[in-house]
């Protein structure tokens, strides 16, 4: 390994979003240079990486280019050039998650049939060309209600996925290559973050419970700890571990798995990347999950992942009825809160929805902190 610390050891990311800009805090305490690339400097990781890189991170020359200007290459978002990526992988550059384990992530269907492969528990499914194949099964009697239909690719925060309980829900079906799984009784979905280094040290998380917000079908807040008890936070762990052995990934992997009525434990996607389920470990653990992400592409001892307390995320959303240049409503109010954190991403535009920042709330009783998190939400609000 170069000596990362005392010489201008660039690392690149594709993607200039919140978790970039989130990369680059983590990256600042110990003077690493972190170069961005993506379409505007008035992304959210322009302000804290050293060097912001104008291109499109889609785009095959864009990623070449930058790729051979740095060191060392990760990402903060899946949908990158992944051809470009194995061209500079070919070239010697280091990237991490490799691509190839990349690619199997990009796809629903592939990561679907990696599971199975693996022997990895997952819900069951078939894959379909397109939703005319899709709606000749039901009427073959092949396939019948309920089920769950994601987009092979493209789909991101719940878009790309539509549940079809009834009949009169079929207008739902969306067209394109799609897994088809069958619909899991959900008891809690929980995520698991888990990271590995290229001498292949894995450290994780405890597990934390995501609560969907139905109407965006967004995380709409995230508790650390998962409610569920030891033996089922222990099986969720090693799920994740063999989860990350599996892949082979260098970096962080986040493991969003549903523990079902009946105790079992499902792998239901992943995301080779920090993820918005990690957002806690910034106020509440000894190492948070982007500075563990770059503890592991360095192939460096990874963090202790000991939580100093239990904490509730809340995802800060774009206000439904506003569009346009964000403003914050309320944050002198939750400031004056005890243990409350407020991380404003920088958008420049707000939108109903839009993930505008996060607000973590520490405190050493959860269900305090979750009341605190409601009056949060309450007083919090992104308009324009
Ligand atoms: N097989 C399933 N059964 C029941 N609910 C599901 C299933 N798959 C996904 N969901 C629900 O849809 C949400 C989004 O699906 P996911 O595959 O995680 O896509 P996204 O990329 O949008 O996060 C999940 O968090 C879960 O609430
Ligand atoms: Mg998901």
């Given at each position: 390994?170069?000596?990362?610390?005392?010489?201008?050891?660039?690392?690149?990311?594709?993607?200039g979003?919140q978790?970039?800009?989130?990369l680059?805090?983590?990256?600042s305490?110990w003077?690493l240079?972190?170069?961005?690339?993506?379409?505007d400097?008035?992304?959210?990781a322009?302000?804290?990486?050293t060097e912001?890189?104008?291109?499109?991170?889609?785009?095959?020359?864009?990623v070449?280019?930058?790729?051979?200007?740095?060191?060392?290459?990760?990402?903060?978002?899946?949908s990158?050039n992944?051809?470009?990526?194995?061209?500079l992988?070919?070239e010697?550059?280091?990237?991490?998650p490799?691509?190839?384990a990349?690619?199997?992530i990009?796809d629903?269907?592939?990561?679907?049939q990696?599971?199975?492969e693996?022997?990895?528990p997952?819900?069951?499914?078939?894959?379909?060309?397109?939703?005319?194949?899709?709606?000749k099964?039901?009427d073959?009697?092949?396939?019948?209600l309920?089920?769950?239909?994601?987009?092979?690719?493209?789909?991101?925060?719940g878009?790309?996925?539509?549940?079809?309980?009834?009949?009169a829900?079929?207008?739902?079906?969306?067209?394109?290559?799609?897994?088809?799984?069958?619909?899991?009784d959900?008891?809690?979905?929980?995520?698991?973050?888990?990271a590995?280094?290229?001498?292949g040290?894995?450290?994780?998380?405890?597990?934390v419970?995501?609560?969907f917000?139905?109407?965006?079908?967004l995380v709409e807040?995230l508790l650390?700890?998962?409610?569920?008890?030891?033996?089922?936070?222990?099986?969720?762990t090693?799920?994740a571990?063999?989860?990350?052995e599996?892949?082979?990934?260098?970096?962080?992997?986040a493991?969003e798995?549903?523990?079902?009525p009946?105790?079992?434990?499902l792998?239901?996607e992943?995301?080779?990347?920090?993820?918005?389920?990690?957002?806690?470990t910034i106020?509440?653990?000894?190492?948070s999950?982007?500075?563990?992400?770059?503890?592991?592409?360095l192939n460096?001892p990874?963090?202790?992942?000991?939580?100093?307390?239990?904490?509730v995320m809340?995802n800060?959303?774009g206000?439904?009825?506003?569009?346009g240049?964000?403003r914050?409503?309320?944050?002198?109010?939750?400031?004056?809160?005890e243990?409350?954190?407020?991380?404003l991403y920088?958008?420049?535009m707000?939108k109903?929805?839009?993930?505008?920042?996060?607000v973590?709330?520490?405190?050493s009783d959860?269900d305090?902190?979750?009341?605190?998190?409601?009056?949060?939400?309450?007083?919090?609000?992104v308009?324009?």
């Amino acid at each position: 390994m170069p000596n990362i610390f005392n010489t201008p050891f660039k690392i690149g990311i594709l993607g200039g979003g919140q978790l970039g800009k989130m990369l680059g805090q983590a990256a600042s305490p110990w003077d690493l240079h972190i170069s961005v690339l993506d379409a505007d400097r008035h992304f959210p990781a322009a302000a804290t990486c050293t060097e912001f890189v104008v291109g499109d991170f889609r785009n095959y020359d864009d990623v070449l280019a930058f790729g051979r200007q740095v060191d060392l290459l990760t990402i903060e978002i899946e949908s990158v050039n992944s051809e470009a990526l194995h061209q500079l992988v070919s070239e010697g550059l280091t990237v991490h998650p490799h691509p190839t384990a990349l690619d199997l992530i990009k796809d629903k269907g592939d990561q679907k049939q990696f599971y199975k492969e693996r022997g990895l528990p997952s819900s069951s499914f078939e894959l379909f060309a397109d939703r005319a194949s899709i709606l000749k099964a039901l009427d073959a009697g092949s396939l019948s209600l309920p089920f769950v239909q994601k987009l092979r690719t493209g789909g991101y925060d719940g878009r790309g996925v539509a549940v079809i309980r009834r009949p009169a829900e079929l207008e739902l079906l969306m067209d394109g290559p799609s897994v088809v799984e069958e619909l899991v009784d959900i008891d809690k979905e929980l995520a698991v973050i888990v990271a590995r280094n290229e001498s292949g040290a894995v450290a994780a998380y405890p597990p934390v419970e995501m609560d969907f917000n139905p109407e965006a079908n967004l995380v709409e807040w995230l508790l650390s700890p998962a409610q569920i008890d030891d033996e089922t936070a222990r099986r969720a762990t090693e799920l994740a571990r063999q989860v990350i052995e599996a892949y082979g990934i260098c970096g962080l992997l986040a493991v969003e798995m549903f523990l079902t009525p009946a105790g079992e434990l499902l792998v239901n996607e992943v995301a080779p990347r920090p993820h918005n389920s990690g957002h806690h470990t910034i106020d509440s653990s000894y190492t948070s999950q982007f500075e563990q992400h770059l503890r592991a592409i360095l192939n460096l001892p990874l963090g202790s992942t000991h939580m100093k307390t239990p904490s509730v995320m809340v995802n800060l959303l774009g206000e439904p009825g506003y569009e346009g240049q964000a403003r914050y409503e309320g944050m002198e109010k939750v400031l004056a809160l005890e243990g409350v954190k407020p991380h404003l991403y920088g958008k420049v535009m707000t939108k109903p929805f839009r993930k505008m920042g996060h607000v973590t709330i520490l405190d050493s009783d959860l269900d305090r902190a979750r009341t605190k998190a409601r009056q949060v939400k309450d007083l919090l609000k992104v308009i324009a």
